[in-house]
């Protein structure tokens, strides 16, 4: 098997990792292989065996050129710094650079510990995984920037959690996995130097065109928040809850990364909260917005030292950066919202239309995601989708009049915005107790289930006849739904 490692962070960030080594597994077994992204990824895996692609990616037999390790990084856990993370049951292969030019980090999750494991076991269940897995195809689908998923792989051996699990392995793909807290970490143990080292590599690595920039590191703080805008306007708009967006799950490459407690919200709640351990609400769907502007004041913190050297009156114009945030949010997120309601450019009215929108979608809990579906069979003529989902058949009928005249001002073919709007509204995402359902079997030892609603939700905008289970939400009355971190 030839992956054509090419290993950057490695060969040049000597200081910024600790070397690491995989476990072996007891008894490797493929669960399943990415073929389209190991092609597109450009791996020559035609010929290999389930067993050669389960031995590789469980840590079991290192490919050629790869050059293992673990990155340090810091973070602020529910707003506590922890000054000593790092990669603590992951480990880096090394990078790959595609047939297109683009570079990626390959990692093994659940490989056994690391010297940033702690009292951690450095492993994964094959639960976590699974759902990784899925959640993180599924948002590339829908369009979300997010890391990817290569293969899971079960290691043959048994997990300690509340009980014992079978274990797995997942292989993680990213564009890097430099974090917020990688700069935390540096800025906090090592000074300036590193965070100047670390802000040259991550801008030459993911953002060449601001090298030549006045001060490139300022550029880099202002092109992260940019990112971090356009993923949480994105998060909002498929009704994502991340869970644990902690300083150390926030990826500089502006990529959804580490799927924990995440969830998807079926009826519209702005305060709604799946994780076990988020018991405050700090991480709850509206608050996501907030937490990524305090997100990235941490950054800016942690960038100073750089920024500094380079212009010390640069440091207002990082504050200034971070102060703009929330109106800058706000701009994406509305340009998003419009998108998703068919809206054309800058009527000046819409704030209002979307703000109003949130409060009656909570009012008479409506389903998020099949509401802007119902709205372009509207277009279409076809009213039954709607009533469907309204608690009465008048129910939001006030704000569908006004959406109404604002899709009339826009004197734009119905149909072809209905098809628009379907284009960027998914039909089929992973409902909570769909995925549960799946993992259940899984764990139980059959995968048929769970592939099923990989290969439903690889394919989210499509309505697609035989499938109309998977786009309805759960049953009302069901428990409160709750997600727990333990991979
Ligand atoms: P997370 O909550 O997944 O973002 O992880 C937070 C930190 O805990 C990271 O430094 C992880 O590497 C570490 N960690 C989580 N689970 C384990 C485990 N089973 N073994 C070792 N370290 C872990
Ligand atoms: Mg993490």
């Not at 047939?99 to 940033?116: E, N, V």
């Not at 300036?192 to 703080?221: C, E, G, K």
């Not at 939001?396 to 709007?421: H, V």
Request: charged letters at 20%; glycine letters at 8%; aromatic letters at 10%.
């Amino acid at each position: 098997m030839i992956l054509g490692f090419d290993n950057s962070f490695h060969d040049s960030m000597d200081g910024f990792y600790a070397p690491a080594e995989a476990t072996k597994p007891g008894a490797p077994k493929l669960l399943l292989f990415n073929h389209v992204l190991a092609e597109r990824l450009g791996f020559e895996v035609a010929g290999s065996t389930d067993d050669e692609l389960a031995r590789t990616f469980s840590g079991e037999a290192i490919p050629d050129g790869a050059a293992p390790i673990a990155l340090a990084y810091a973070g602020h856990q529910f707003g506590h710094f922890s000054a000593q993370l790092g990669d603590g049951r992951a480990l880096l292969l090394g990078e790959i650079v595609a047939p297109d030019g683009a570079r990626f980090d390959i990692q093994l999750k659940g490989s056994g510990p690391t010297a940033f494991s702690r009292n951690g076991d450095g492993k994964a269940a094959i639960g976590p995984v699974l759902r990784e897995f899925l959640v993180s195809e599924a948002m590339a689908a829908m369009g979300v920037p997010t890391t990817r998923s290569l293969a899971a792989v079960a290691t043959g051996d048994r997990v300690q959690r509340e009980r014992a699990h079978p274990g797995a392995v997942l292989t993680r793909v990213a564009s890097s996995h430099i974090r917020v807290g990688t700069f935390q970490f540096f800025a906090a143990h090592y000074g300036a130097d590193h965070v100047v080292r670390l802000s040259d590599y991550s801008i030459a690595r993911h953002f060449p065109d601001l090298v030549d920039a006045a001060n490139p590191h300022l550029a880099l703080l202002d092109r992260v928040i940019d990112l971090q805008c356009d993923l949480i306007a994105r998060w909002l708009g498929v009704g994502f809850i991340h869970g644990v967006m902690n300083t150390d799950n926030v990826a500089i490459s502006g990529e959804t990364i580490d799927y924990g407690p995440c969830a998807f919200m079926d009826r519209f709640a702005v305060n709604t909260v799946f994780s076990s351990i988020d018991t405050g609400g700090r991480y709850a769907y509206g608050r996501q917005p907030q937490i990524m502007h305090w997100n990235m004041a941490r950054f800016a913190e942690a960038l100073l030292p750089a920024i500094h050297r380079v212009a010390p009156s640069d440091v207002d114009a990082a504050k200034a950066l971070v102060d703009a945030i929330p109106a800058k949010f706000r701009r994406r997120w509305q340009a998003h919202v419009r998108q998703k309601l068919g809206l054309a450019e800058g009527a000046g009215d819409d704030a209002e239309l979307i703000d109003s929108l949130f409060d009656e979608l909570e009012k008479h809990g409506v389903d998020f995601t099949s509401f802007f579906r119902a709205l372009a069979m509207l277009l279409r003529g076809e009213g039954a989708t709607m009533q469907a989902l309204l608690p009465a058949p008048d129910a939001m009928a006030p704000w569908i009049a006004a959406w109404w005249q604002r899709i009339e001002e826009g004197a734009q073919n119905p149909l072809e915005l209905a098809e628009a709007m379907d284009r960027v509204n998914p039909l089929y995402i992973p409902r909570n107790h769909l995925v549960e359902a799946a993992l259940e079997a899984a764990e139980a030892g059959d995968l048929a289930p769970w592939r099923e609603l990989l290969d439903v939700v690889r394919d989210p905008f499509v309505a697609r006849a035989g499938l109309e289970r998977f786009a309805e939400p759960g049953p009302v009355d069901a428990a409160p739904y709750t997600t727990f971190c333990g991979t």
